[in-house]
């Protein structure tokens, strides 16, 4: 079943929206892993010729990066960082 590209952006950013949650609410330990994971699963689908999916991986994995780029910043600040 084909998705509209339309459809497919809306999905895309609220899974990335999900992980960024998701990413800051998990002990700081446990990110980096989660990152891999994705990381992996993209190559996986690209292996398989999937390119949508790989997308799809690469972009939650850009967002577990983005919300993970913010421990540092909250690091050198000292303080809380930016919500939203």
């Known amino acids: 079943m084909a998705i509209p590209s339309d459809d497919y952006n809306a999905l895309t950013t609220a899974l ?25 699963m993209a190559h996986g689908r690209n ?22 780029a913010g421990d540092d910043r909250q690091q050198q600040t000292g303080g809380n960082p930016p919500s939203g």
């Open 47 to 68: 292996t398989a010729g999937d390119l949508r999916g790989e997308t799809l991986f690469l972009d939650m994995a850009a967002a577990v990066a983005s919300a993970m």
């Open 16 to 40: 990335g929206g999900i992980c960024f949650a998701l990413t800051r609410r998990l002990p700081k330990e446990e990110r980096q892993p989660l990152l891999q994971d994705l990381v992996a």
